[in-house]
């Protein structure tokens, strides 16, 4: 006997949610503080959980489940602070999950005592294997346990007339339910409530174990919708991820009509969780929806629930992890670097935004600071030149962001990790800005030559080899004399091959920066200098001997 087998898909016809779109903001509710905290391996002390709740709170959720009151002490205890001491905004609704049991219900609503408003939810397993092999009782049973807990529930809030009562009911494992029976029963659970006009029931419909693929659950959240014949329920949806689908299981079952989702942040819950609210909301928020909810300091809200939690989200968790942002590919690193440079641009003709292997704007989930681009021995020319730029304000020629690679390349492989911003400006430098030796440059003085106005005299004062000198030289221009004066010195002989000038920054107290390329006409080899100054002579000059001092270290 094969020990798995393919799972029966739903039968349907004329099946609607594919072609149907989310078009807008289901309800939310954060279970974080019941389904996630009965999953932690420490769980939330009363302080922790009432920071928790500010978090959430502070997101903007406006349905908590606050707790399990009738099996857990903190969470009774958690559920009265928040009554007692007036924790809950009025545009605020709390719920407590309660097992179908009446003597469990009875403590479950006395937690809830004096709160104008409250929500229960119970819950009892309908799938044929917890209802024969967990619980042993047959459908009939397991409606008859319903229909008393519900009783259970009216005669207290008849006891307690201050508060008004709203229900929530689940079938658990209602995706390994026979959908027939979880559509009856939950009829069947609407009509022993009997809902007031306009009043609704929330029908909860558990992936308690994800064991279907998402298009499953969004059948049979279509085919449920179609067959329910109440009209007065909120379909909610709640998915686990064991099979890693949760997010597009809830998004495809929003897709066939379902109104309210619950879940907690980076998927806190039993086994591999529940669905993660922060990677469903953003997605919805990333497909243009107003979900009402502020992920905008979700650096700071990562902080906060791993230092609650325990646990920190993977380095790759969907817009939280520390390297979602990052690119180590050099094709990836241009990419990004040449349209991040125009991004007002891009999104100027793209009516949105749109930027390569960028899938939102890292600054919306708070990620002003990060280096969207890292350097590895993977890293490419376009990825250095955009740190670079970020580090230094210098915008490379082609051919130093060629060599810079090659350099950095060679690095990154010799110590066979990422480098740091540090080491990438340590490369940098000693291959562009050279040791101040042999030449020190301490004075250039170009001023024109009064009998020759054509030409520029050049006076330079330095140190070689630790030796003070001064040269002088008459050129047609500023860089040509000093070039010239250099030539006095015991060097190799050189040529000037490239010159290149930029600014860095933009007016008028902008600094100039200066690129030249020296060639050693002995060996043939190339050497780079890059000089910055707020006179673009200097700059030149700082470059030259830069690159003079390349061309004696490396030849
Ligand atoms: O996963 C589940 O089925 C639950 C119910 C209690 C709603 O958490
Ligand atoms: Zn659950």
Redesign the pocket.
């Known amino acids: 006997m094969p020990k798995y087998k393919a799972i029966e898909p739903i039968r349907i016809e004329n099946r609607q949610w594919p072609d149907q779109q989310i078009t807008s903001s289901p309800r939310w509710c954060a279970v974080d503080l019941r389904?996630g905290n009965q999953a932690l391996p420490n769980p939330l002390t009363l302080d922790q959980k009432k920071e928790y709740y500010q978090l959430l709170l502070d997101i903007g959720f406006k349905e908590i489940e606050v707790g399990f009151p009738s099996a857990s002490k903190d969470d009774y205890d958690f559920c009265r602070w928040l009554i007692d001491e007036k924790q809950i905004p009025e545009d605020v609704m709390i719920s407590v999950?309660a097992p179908s049991r009446p003597d469990l219900i009875r403590k479950t609503m006395e937690a809830l005592k004096d709160y104008p408003q409250a929500l229960v939810h119970i819950?009892v397993a309908t799938s044929d294997l917890h209802r024969e092999h967990v619980l042993g009782k047959t459908r009939e049973e397991t409606v008859k346990i319903v229909r008393e807990s519900i009783a259970a529930i009216k005669e207290c809030a008849a006891a307690q007339p201050e508060t008004r009562f709203y229900l929530e009911f689940?079938p658990?494992?209602f995706t390994d339910t026979d959908l027939d029976f979880a559509i009856d029963i939950c009829d069947d659970v609407v009509e022993q409530w009997g809902t007031e006009e306009g009043e609704t029931v929330i029908l909860?419909l558990?992936a308690?174990v994800e064991r279907r693929p998402p298009t499953h659950y969004a059948d049979m959240i279509e085919v449920f919708m179609k067959k329910l014949k109440t009209k007065q329920a909120v379909i909610s949806l709640?998915a686990?991820n064991d099979m890693g689908c949760a997010v597009a299981s809830t998004e495809m079952a929003l897709q066939a009509g379902a109104h309210r989702v619950e879940g907690t942040l980076f998927g806190h819950g039993e086994r591999s969780g529940n669905v993660d609210m922060v990677t469903l909301i953003l997605n919805l928020q990333y497909m243009g929806i107003d979900t009402g909810m502020n992920f905008s300091n979700l650096v700071e809200i990562n902080e906060v629930v791993s230092r609650l939690t325990q646990m920190r989200p993977h380095a790759r968790h969907p817009y939280v992890g520390d390297l979602v942002f990052s690119a180590f590919s050099g094709s990836h690193q241009d990419a990004i670097h040449k349209c991040l440079v125009r991004k007002d641009e891009m999104m100027e003709h793209f009516g949105q935004w749109k930027i390569p292997y960028l899938h939102v704007d890292p600054a919306d989930v708070g990620r002003n600071f990060e280096k969207f681009i890292r350097i590895n021995s993977q890293s490419g020319k376009g990825g250095i030149a955009h740190m670079i730029e970020l580090e230094h304000q210098i915008k490379l020629p082609r051919e130093f962001q060629v060599v810079l690679a090659k350099k950095v390349q060679a690095y990154a492989e010799e110590v066979s990790r990422e480098i740091t911003s540090d080491e990438l400006t340590d490369v940098f430098k000693a291959n562009f800005l050279g040791a101040d030796t042999p030449i020190e440059l301490i004075k250039y003085w170009p001023y024109p030559d009064e009998k020759k106005p054509s030409e520029i005299h050049g006076k330079v004062e330095l140190k070689f080899n630790g030796e003070e000198k001064t040269l002088e030289a008459d050129e047609d221009g500023p860089i040509a004399a000093f070039v010239a004066a250099c030539r006095q010195l015991d060097l190799p002989e050189f040529e000037l091959v490239n010159y290149e000038e930029d600014s860095l920054g933009k007016g008028a107290k902008a600094e100039a920066v200066a690129f030249v390329t020296v060639k050693n006409k002995q060996t043939q080899s190339v050497s780079y200098g890059i000089g910055t100054h707020s006179n673009i002579d200097q700059a030149a000059v700082k470059a030259v001997v830069a690159a003079l001092n390349n061309v004696l270290a490396y030849g």
């Open positions: 389904d999950l819950y689940s658990e494992e909860n558990p308690t709640h686990h």
